[in-house]
């Protein structure tokens, strides 16, 4: 299997930045899709971006322009960088491993962005 433990969350005001770090260690396949979701209170999962092995990123709109996702491969760690951050930013935040064997999710971190 495959364990995620993420980082990084906290209390930040609008405009600000925050980074998020999810670490993965366990049975890492070559081939795997890593991404962040996230939670907001009352609301659906919904995913934000996700990393191919290749390097492809693909943005939710909500997020495209201010969240940069990277890959340390290396380190089987994934990072999301969060500028101009909004109070409607504000969640919990899953990091998630997806390969042929394994669909792997995080304890989730909390984003709060205060107005």
């Known amino acids: 299997q495959v364990h995620l433990v993420e980082s990084g969350g906290g209390l930040v005001q609008a405009g600000g930045s925050l980074r998020l770090s999810c670490a993965a260690s366990?049975?890492?396949?070559?081939?795997?899709?890593m991404g962040w979701y996230r939670q907001a209170p009352g609301k659906q999962r919904e995913l934000i971006v996700n990393?191919?092995?290749?390097?492809?990123?693909n943005y939710a709109d909500s997020v495209k322009g201010r969240f940069t996702i990277s890959k340390d491969n290396a380190k089987n760690t994934v990072y999301l960088q969060m500028n101009s951050l909004k109070p409607e930013d504000t969640a919990v935040y899953y990091c998630?491993?997806?390969?042929?064997?394994?669909?792997?999710w995080g304890q989730g971190t909390q984003v709060t962005v205060s107005s």
């Open positions: 990393i191919l092995s290749s390097g492809s990123a």
């Open positions: 998630n491993y997806r390969s042929a064997l394994w669909n792997s």
């Open positions: 366990g049975s890492i396949s070559r081939l795997n899709t």
